[in-house]
């Protein structure tokens, strides 16, 4: 089946630096989402991408949609204490394959 | 206000004794699903749902059971919980398959012993 691997795992940052997070697929995604989860909270839809190559803004977070669509990034600018959670990314539609996650820990 | 509602939130229950947690939401979404989250596994389909009388397996269906027989509500039914069933479960809802925006339900954690 569909697998979709997600790095790092874990990354620690100051507040202020820059992330970034990795979502690979074993297979060519009809689209992919992007999720946030504080601790102890439950996951909040961010984004969906479905174009090959498409980039999307949400104020410093980007996103990107790989040319072949089986990788996707999401990049952090400048973060914040905000910042704060797993970030997950997802693949598919009736049957949606996570990623396994990325904590991000933002030191201020 | 626009909400996936799960209750209950905490529960406690022995092996072998049925349980069910249920899921609401009043959005007029199609589409629903249940995921539980595991350390180290993250999110994992357990079933979903394409509208009301239509339902499919996840990835880890072994052991649940789900119903939909309204287009609100989508209970997961465990006839006989066992401990490797402990886990961080969600509801979630869109308001259909090919829609993007999913809402999920603020989780019940379940422990078997």
């Known amino acids: 089946g569909q697998q979709v691997m997600q790095i790092p795992q874990y990354q620690h940052v100051q507040e202020g630096e820059d992330f970034t997070t990795y979502c690979n697929s074993s297979?060519?995604?009809?689209?992919i989402q992007w999720y946030k989860q504080r601790p102890g909270g439950h996951p909040v839809f961010l984004i969906q991408?479905?174009?090959?190559?498409e980039v999307k803004k949400q104020k410093r977070l980007t996103f990107q949609f790989g040319e072949a669509k089986k990788n996707s990034s999401l990049h952090i600018t400048a973060t914040q204490t905000t910042d704060v959670g797993t970030y997950f990314c997802?693949?598919?539609?009736?049957?949606?394959?996570f990623g396994k996650g990325t904590m991000l820990l933002v030191s201020p | 206000e626009a909400q996936v509602t799960q209750n209950p939130r905490y529960l406690i229950t022995v092996t072998g004794k049925k349980l069910t947690v249920t899921c609401s939401q009043n959005?007029?979404?199609?589409?629903m699903s249940w995921y539980r989250q595991d350390p180290g596994l993250g999110l994992r389909q357990i079933y979903y749902?394409?509208?009301?009388?239509?339902?499919d397996k996840g990835d880890v269906p072994e052991g649940y059971k789900v119903s939909r027989k309204e287009k609100r509500n989508f209970p997961l039914i465990l006839e006989s919980p066992s401990p490797n069933q402990t886990s961080l479960y969600f509801c979630?809802?869109?308001?259909?398959?090919?829609?993007?925006?999913?809402?999920f339900g603020p989780g019940t954690r379940l422990t078997v012993l």
């Open positions: 297979t060519t995604l009809s689209n």
């Open positions: 749902s394409m509208n009301v009388e239509v339902t």
């Open positions: 959005m007029n979404h199609e589409y």
């Open positions: 997802a693949g598919g539609y009736s049957t949606l394959t």
């Open positions: 991408l479905v174009k090959s190559g």
């Open positions: 979630a809802s869109r308001l259909a398959a090919f829609t993007h925006t999913q809402y």
